[in-house]
C-alpha cells in the first residue's frame, strides 16, 4: 500500500505509538469519545473503521484491544448496535437506501431473509414386545369407555 501524497497528523502519529503500549486507559478513553460524538438519531452511521481511525489503531489492534479490556469490547459492541440501529431505522424510513441497508444488516449483523428450517425427527426405537403391550393397554381403555 502507497501512501504517497499522504502525511500522518501528529496526533494520529502520537496514537499509533500509544497502541502499542499495554496500557489500554487512553485507548478507551479514545473509543468512548468517538462513541459519544453519536446519538440515536445523528446523521452520520458509525463505524468500526471509524472507530479505528479515532483511535489512530488498526483493526487488528483494536481486536487485540477488545480482549484485553472490557471497556473497549463494551465500546465496540455498542457502536455496533448504533449501526444496526441506523440501518434499521434509516432503511425503513426510506432515508438510505434499503438495499444497502439489507445488504450491511445480513453481512455485518447477522441477519437473514428466512428463518432456519426446522426439522423434527419422530424415530422410535420401540421394541414389538413393548408396542403390543401398548396396545393392549389402549384397546382394553377403549373397551371400558
Not at 441506523?86 to 445488504?103: C, D, H, M, P, Q
Amino acid at each position: 500500500m502507497t501512501t504517497k501524497g499522504l502525511t500522518l497528523t501528529d496526533n494520529t502519529k502520537q496514537n499509533i505509538s500509544l497502541a502499542k503500549r499495554k496500557d489500554r486507559t487512553l485507548l478507551t478513553k479514545l473509543a468512548i469519545e468517538y462513541l459519544q460524538g453519536f446519538e440515536t438519531g445523528s446523521d452520520t452511521m458509525p463505524t468500526v473503521s471509524g472507530l479505528c481511525l479515532s483511535m489512530g489503531i488498526t483493526e487488528s489492534t483494536l481486536l487485540d484491544a477488545i480482549t484485553q479490556s472490557d471497556d473497549i469490547k463494551t465500546v465496540y459492541d455498542f457502536v455496533k448496535l448504533l449501526q444496526q440501529d441506523y440501518l434499521i431505522t434509516r432503511g425503513i424510513k426510506g432515508s438510505v437506501n434499503s438495499r444497502f441497508a439489507s445488504f450491511l444488516l445480513k453481512a455485518k449483523h447477522g441477519f437473514t431473509d428466512t428463518l432456519p428450517p426446522m426439522t423434527q425427527t419422530n424415530n422410535f426405537n420401540i421394541s414389538p414386545d413393548l408396542l403390543a403391550d401398548a396396545l393392549k393397554l389402549m384397546h382394553q381403555t377403549e373397551k371400558k369407555d
